[in-house]
């Protein structure tokens, strides 16, 4: 079952925060988050295990709450580089099933 | 530097037609994987492969089957293409042992098919 990611899309100025929420109905044993500019394939970012750690990859970060089966992609201080469309992938229990969701986008303005 | 290829950047091909799509990766990687992407439904898996001649389905398998006779490459074929499988397809690649999906995906650039 795709998760449910929120939200739809959210336009930033340059060095504003945003929050991109990814949730899904069933257990989760992992969290992908990938980032696709436009007319590019998406490009990995990071992988948050069961286990609730938190991860960072430069200005950007995510956590993974497995109680509340939900995943959570901090932007901080948005650059124009960010800009593009963020899909989470989910992986249930039994580590198969990947699923991605249907994506934000993100869009940074000067 | 990692790769995925696709065969085709753009394609037209009319209904009924019979339609290849290749894939090639140079990372020796296990798990290939074919997706198609349309506005506002994400990325969806139409078929994945975790070893030669292995193949599962995934999501959207109805229309399409799949070929993995050597390890770097994994085609996907529409048989009887139709107009509602005009859309963005997306190769992608990833180290795994067994079926194991969790690690990183490699994408390729995708192939943009247009059916008339």
């Known amino acids: 079952q795709q998760p449910v990611q929120s939200p739809q899309a959210v336009i930033l100025r340059e060095g504003e925060d945003a929050v991109i929420n990814c949730s899904s109905s069933k257990a989760l044993y992992s969290v992908h988050w990938y980032r696709q500019k436009h007319g590019e394939a998406p490009v990995f970012l990071m992988i948050?295990?069961?286990?609730?750690e938190q991860k960072g990859h430069d200005k950007i970060s995510a956590s993974f709450n497995e109680k509340k089966q939900q995943s959570s992609l901090y932007l901080t201080a948005s650059q124009l580089s960010y800009s593009g469309t963020y899909f989470c992938g989910t992986e249930n229990n039994y580590g198969q099933n990947f699923v991605f969701g249907p994506g934000t986008r993100l869009s940074v303005l000067p | 530097d990692v790769k995925v290829t696709q065969s085709s950047r753009y394609l037209v091909k009319r209904t009924g037609e019979k339609v290849f799509l290749e894939c090639v990766q140079d990372m020796d990687h296990e798990n290939m994987f074919w997706y198609r992407q349309d506005p506002g439904l994400g990325l969806r898996l139409i078929y994945f492969?975790?070893?030669?001649?292995?193949?599962e389905k995934g999501d959207i398998p109805e229309g399409y089957s799949v070929s993995r006779e050597k390890k770097e490459r994994f085609s996907l074929i529409l048989e009887s293409a139709s107009t509602n499988q005009t859309s963005m397809y997306l190769c992608?690649?990833?180290f795994g042992a067994g079926t194991s999906l969790n690690n990183e995906q490699f994408f390729g650039p995708g192939t943009r098919l247009t059916v008339l």
């Open positions: 948050l295990l069961k286990g609730g």
């Open positions: 492969s975790y070893d030669v001649k292995m193949k």
């Open positions: 992608a690649s990833s």
